[in-house]
């Protein structure tokens, strides 16, 4: 029997194909260069399975993701479309929206593909790491060539048709000395809503560089001079980790959970029918404790039949001890909400664990920062 606490569902993640044009060397997932593809008859069987589930009360976002999802053929996303649309109208109950989101490293981006977002509404954010030279230190094609020129093609595309985009950094202990460089480019290209991502301990990258001697006090410091940059040209960007950080201080308001470790918050599907929930790094990935994470299959199992399988009581069991660690342990328990079972199991080999490099990173250090810059300001206007 489902809890009444699972739920309700925000983010259905949707694996189009697990293969990938890039070969970043940063990257979690293993088998990029599967070329298996989501038939539509999976996709609706999903839907359906999502739908008549009791977590779907409300509007939630399927994202496509976890493989470049643009290596599919434009007329699958039209089909998709249709399919979704044809799917909620036959569903009962209240009437509800999904909308549709695909993370991309925008090297395919032209005309076409800009006609196919706005005909099928369907929001863009975009993987790029900052200018060339550190952007292709890591990001380069399967045969090794730079992918950065073909990116900013793509997104001139975007930039062009007016169609708008975040677009998510990944920081490599290169980065971290060109705060200023970083700045100037994204500001100077007109990518004004980012986000920052940290290079992770995950899946099939074993190590991050994050990891290095005085990284973590090359990150803050990183961090206090965008803030400075930030504040010293108010409008030029929107950093998505200063944002959240600033309105939850601002507004004095608490993370009870996060739906990275909130069940069925977020149901995670691969281009085979395999699901998950938790945080979409937790599907896809082989481990010798929990195989590969994938609770059932849509073809076979509901959503919440898997909900009384060890598998499933094991994991969840694992994380709510983790995370009720991490609300006994750690000051800023409110502004994650005791973190991301995928950083835990990545980093200490278990969910049952609390600090992480993961949470020193993403959400001390810029807590520090966001903090530290308010009460300066503070100070300065009282």
Sequence with gaps: MTSPAFGPLRLLVVQP????NLDCDYCYLPSRDDRS???????????????????????????????????????????????????????????????QSLQTNAMTIDAAWCDCFERNDIHVGVSLDGPAFLHDAHRRTRTGLPSHAASLRGIGWLQRRGI????????????????????????????????????????????????????????????ERFWERLRAEPGALRLREFDEIAGLACGDQRLARTDMNHPFAIVNVDARGNFSTFDPELLSVATAAYGDFAF???????????????????????????????????????????????????????????????????????????????????????
């Design 164 to 223: 708008p985009f975040q677009v998510i950094a990944v920081l490599t202990d290169d980065a971290l000395d060109h705060a200023d460089t970083l700045f100037d480019f994204f500001h100077g290209q007109g990518m004004d809503n980012l986000a920052f991502n940290m290079e992770e301990t995950e899946g099939e990258n074993l190590s991050s560089t994050l990891s290095r001697p005085r990284s973590e006090a090359r990150y803050q410091a990183f961090l």
């Design 296 to 382: 059932g299959n849509v073809i076979t199992d509901s959503l919440e039949s898997v909900v009384e399988s060890a598998k499933f009581q094991q994991v969840y069991s694992e994380i709510r001890s983790g995370v009720e660690r991490c609300r006994a342990e750690c000051e800023y328990f409110g502004l994650c909400g005791g973190g991301a079972g995928s950083n835990k199991y990545w980093e200490r080999g278990t969910f049952d664990c609390s600090e992480t490099q993961a949470c020193r990173y993403r959400i001390k250090l810029s807590a520090d920062v966001v903090m530290a810059g308010l009460e300066r300001e503070l100070e300065l206007t009282s």
């Design 37 to 99: 593809r989501l038939p539509l008859e999976l996709l609706e069987r999903t839907l359906e399975r999502v739908l008549e589930s009791p977590f779907a009360t409300d509007d939630f976002t399927l994202l496509w993701h976890a493989g470049e999802p643009l290596t599919m053929p434009i007329a699958f996303y039209d089909e998709a479309t249709a399919l979704i649309r044809s799917v909620l109208a036959r569903r009962d109950g209240p009437p509800l929206q999904i909308a």
């Design 17 to 20: 194909t697990p293969f990938c």
